[in-house]
């Protein structure tokens, strides 16, 4: 199972500019910063693959997947038995994140967050519903935001879920 020593592979792709873009080192540490808080086991060489995109692409796949043809911060697409072979070496994958930057910058402008913070939060958020955690029940919600704040603080970010005022605020 996952360990320090056999992290997640993180592939990130870029279809998109960002003003504020983080690096692949990033983004594959808030991905297995999940991982391996999340608590739930995880196939060693384990594959997960971040796509950053544009609001039409985002808005395009959350038509086709969540029948709402806007665009939004983030989107998992767990990828159940399936298998990446790559050379004599196969990697199960976990899934697909799919996170458009245009959405985490304006949303992090309007909540006061920094960009990092924001991109950081969505990755976590998206790594853990990739997990199998969701948020359509109170109990479920409160479960998964309570594992996102742990994973940001652990990485230096402030709680997702405040704003200036301290109200409680969902994705």
Partial sequence: ??????????????????AELPSAKQFELWVNSAVNSG???VTDNSRITVRIVE??????????YRHSARPTNVLAFPAGDDEY?????????IGDLVICAAVVEREAQ???KSVAAHFAHMTVHGSLHLLGYDHTTEKEAAEMEGLEKQVLGMLGFPDPYRDDNQDLKRA
């Fill in 39 to 41: 608590g739930r086991p």
């Fill in 55 to 64: 609001e039409a692409e985002s808005g395009a796949l959350n038509g086709q």
């Fill in 85 to 93: 072979v790559h050379g004599d070496d196969v990697e199960p994958e």
């Fill in 1 to 18: 199972m996952n360990s320090a020593s056999n992290p997640v592979r993180v592939t990130l792709q870029i279809a998109a500019k960002a």
């Fill in 110 to 112: 309007e909540q006061s």
